[in-house]
C-alpha cells in the first residue's frame, strides 16, 4: 500500500514448521539423556564405577528412550500446517466495521448501515445525480486483495471501483465521483449482462474484460486471448437474488475477479498511457431507476512489498 491507514494492521503469524519440529527433537533428546543420566548415577551409586560393558549398556537404554519419541514426533510434523501458511504472515484489514459509516465518504442520502450491512439505496424521493459512490478514506492502495460479499436488487447495477482517481467536485455530478477500474455488480443469470466483469468507469475502454473471458490491453487496444467460461458453467457459480463472494486480485498489471471462490475475469493491462497502478476504492450507486445494493465483510490485504 502507498498510504497510511487509519485503523491499525493485524498481523497474523504462525510459528515455522521447521523450527517446531526442532522443538520436538530436542526435548526428546533431553529425556534420552535425561535416562541415561539417571542410568549412570545408579552405577556409580550401586558398584563405584562403571565398566565398558555397563556404559555400553547405558548408551543403549539412552538410544532406546529416543527411539520411543518418533512416534511423538511424526505426529508433530504430521500436525503442522503447511509451509505456505506459516511461512509467510498475512496481513489484512476490516474496511466497514458493521456499525457505521466510518472510514467511508459518500451522499449520506443514499448509504445507511443496517443490521452490519452497508447498504445504498435510491428511490423516486431520494434519486442519484449521475452515478456516485461511498468512497473509502483511508487512502489508495495499488497491489492487493479486496474480499467482499453483495447482493443487489435486478433493477440497476453497482459496481466496485479500485486503483481509480477522484473526480473534483466541480467537474463532477455530484460530490462523490470517481474514475477508473469498476468490478461489475449486478444480479442477473445471463451473459454479458452479469457480475464480475472489468469496466472502465468514466473512462473511454468500456467493457474491459468480460465474465469468462481472459484478455489483455495494449496501446493498440483489446486482444482476447482465451474464453474459458460459458452460460452454464456462469449459472452453477452465480447465486441469484442471494448473497454472493467476491475476491479482486491486482499485482502489477495482472487483474483478477472471483465470484464465490471461481475465477471468472482475467486481464493484463498493458496499455501505458492508460493502465493504473494505484488509487482508492469504493463502491457505488448508478444514476437511472431506483435501486438497491448492499455490501459486508469487505477485507483489504496488502500485496505491496
Known sequence: MTHH???EFVVVSAPNAGCRKLNVWMRCLSVSLSVA????ARRFNDEGGPDRQRLRKIFF???WSLVACLP???????NDPPASETDHPTTQITLFDGESLNGWDGDPRLWTVRDGILRGETNEENRANGNTFL???????????????????????????????RVAPEKASNNWVVRGYQHEIRN?????????????????????????????????????????????QFETIFR???????????????????LNGSLVCEIWDEDSEKARSEGVLALQ??????????YRSIRLKSLDE
Not at 37 to 40: K, Q, R, S, T, V
Request: net charge negative.
Open 5 to 7: 491507514l487509519q485503523k
Open 37 to 40: 543420566n539417571f542410568a549412570l
Open 61 to 63: 537404554c539412552a538410544i
Open 72 to 78: 511423538c514426533i511424526t505426529l508433530a510434523a504430521k
Open 135 to 165: 468512497i473509502w478514506t483511508g487512502g489508495e492502495v495499488k497491489d492487493f486483495e479486496l474480499e467482499l460479499s453483495f447482493r443487489c436488487t435486478a433493477a440497476n447495477n453497482s459496481g466496485i471501483q479500485y486503483r481509480s482517481y
Open 188 to 232: 442477473e443469470l445471463t451473459l454479458p449482462n452479469v457480475a464480475g466483469f472489468l469496466y472502465d468507469e468514466g473512462g473511454s475502454r468500456g467493457r474491459m474484460s468480460l465474465v469468462g473471458e481472459r484478455a489483455k490491453w495494449t496501446k493498440d487496444g483489446k486482444e482476447s486471448l482465451e474464453t474459458f467460461l460459458d452460460q452454464a
Open 240 to 258: 441469484l437474488d442471494d448473497w454472493n463472494d467476491v475476491k479482486i486480485v491486482a499485482r502489477g498489471n495482472h487483474l483478477q475477479h472471483f
Open 285 to 294: 450507486i448508478h444514476a437511472g431507476a431506483p435501486m438497491w445494493v448492499e
